[in-house]
Structures are given as structure tokens and as C-alpha cells.
């Protein structure tokens, strides 16, 4: 079963260092989403790719984020300067439009970020 | 903007007992309603969907949720849970043509035996 695979599944970073994240959707998936969830709380969109384009950003995503997918299959999210509110988990979820947008995403079982 | 919100943060319940999750949606144009799941350690999964028709939904695990468009509501209900519900629940929204789903705080749901 080879579903949404996210990597390193545990990070801990000094404030100020730079971290990636890369996220492998389900292969036939064209589109790609990162979410990120603090603790207590649910899961806010980040951002998400058709393919290689990257459609939409929300205000969450400071300069110092940037996610990249280069060839239309996995995903590389960057923190820039961490800092200790960035500490959280961040998902990444891969869907299809075929049959149709349903809304349903396919979540990896996340990458946790903690900032010291 | 479109929104959901979960009225409790934690629901403990015994086992082989009803469950009623509460989730309030807002929104100014046709919605989609969700439900998903997250098993401790594990990715969340989609429990349950509303997109249209019926108003009674069932899910994944014996879970079903009612559409109250009058009351803005999707309560997920399950008419006796067991130990292995035990997990985090989330409601979430999104509207046709609209990519982002926008997720309530969750309810965490413990089961005691």
C-alpha cells in the first residue's frame, strides 16, 4: 500500500537553522497539499500544487516558507530562519480530480517540527 | 469565509455507549461537510462525506452524520463505540470549486472501558 509518504518524520532544529520537509503523494495523485496542525488545533492550509503549478497560498505562508514541486510528484516544504513558532506538525495530502472534486484528501502521517 | 466549529474539545464516553460529536458549519454558499479521523500515530482519514442528496450520511466503522441545513449542523453520531474509536476528530468544509478544506479544532474522543 503505498500511500502518502512524508520524510523526516521528526525534526529538531536550533531557531535560526533552515529545515526541508519532502513529501511522496500517492503516484497517480496530481495534486498536492501541505497543512500545517499546532497542538489543540486543527489542520490550516498552507498550501497546494495541480501538477508542478502551485495555485494557491495562504497568509500563512510567511517569506520564509517556500514549497517546490519541481516534477509534478513529490513536494519539498523549506522553513527558512526557524523560529520557535513554527514549531508544529506539518501534513502533507495528495488527491485526485478524477470522478470529480470530492474534497477528499489522502494525509501522510506527518512531519514534526520542534524549534529550540 | 467558510467555517466549522466543534463545540467540545474532549468527549469521554464508556464503551458500548452512543456518541454525538457536535460540528456547526458557516457559510454563504453551498457546502461541503467532512469528517475525518486520526488514530494516534497514524495520518487523518476521511470517516465520512456530505456533497448532496440525503441528509444522512454513513460512514466508515459504523459512524453516520445528519446534514441540518436549518440548523447549520453535521453531528456525527455512532450508536456504540468501542475502545478502538478512540482517536482525534475533525469536521472540515470546503464549497464547490474551492481546493482548501477548512477544519474545526477537533474533538478527541476516549473511550473508557
Known amino acids: 500500500d503505498t500511500g502518502v509518504s512524508q520524510n523526516p518524520r521528526h525534526k529538531i532544529t536550533k531557531r535560526g537553522q533552515n529545515v526541508t520537509f519532502r513529501c511522496d503523494p500517492i503516484?497517480?495523485?496530481?495534486?498536492l497539499y501541505w497543512y500545517r496542525q499546532t497542538l489543540g488545533q486543527g489542520p490550516e492550509f498552507l498550501t497546494y500544487?495541480?501538477?508542478?503549478?502551485?495555485?494557491?497560498k495562504s497568509r500563512l505562508l510567511s517569506d520564509r516558507f517556500s514549497a517546490e514541486r519541481p516534477k509534478g510528484s513529490f513536494s519539498t516544504l523549506e522553513i527558512q530562519r526557524t523560529e520557535q513558532g513554527d514549531s508544529a506538525m506539518y501534513l502533507c495530502a495528495s488527491s485526485s480530480p478524477r470522478g470529480g472534486w470530492t474534497g477528499e484528501l489522502f494525509f501522510g502521517e506527518g512531519s514534526r517540527l520542534t524549534v529550540l | 469565509a467558510q467555517s466549522v466549529t466543534q463545540l467540545d474539545s474532549q468527549v469521554p464516553v464508556f464503551e458500548e455507549a452512543p456518541v454525538e460529536l457536535r460540528c456547526n458549519y458557516s457559510?454563504?454558499?453551498?457546502?461541503?461537510l467532512f469528517w475525518y479521523v486520526q488514530y494516534p500515530n497514524q495520518g487523518l482519514q476521511l470517516l465520512l462525506k456530505?456533497?448532496?442528496?440525503?441528509?444522512l450520511v454513513k460512514g466508515i466503522n459504523g459512524f453516520e452524520a445528519e446534514f441540518n441545513k436549518s440548523q447549520t449542523s453535521f453531528h456525527l453520531r455512532k450508536p456504540s463505540v468501542h475502545i478502538s474509536d478512540t482517536a482525534e476528530y475533525f469536521c472540515a468544509t470546503t464549497s464547490q470549486g474551492a481546493q482548501k478544506l477548512v477544519f474545526g479544532q477537533g474533538t478527541r474522543l476516549t473511550i473508557n472501558p
Open positions: 503516484s497517480e495523485h496530481n495534486r
Open positions: 457559510s454563504s454558499v453551498s457546502v461541503y
Open positions: 500544487f495541480q501538477n508542478e503549478a502551485q495555485l494557491e
Open positions: 456530505y456533497l448532496s442528496g440525503s441528509t
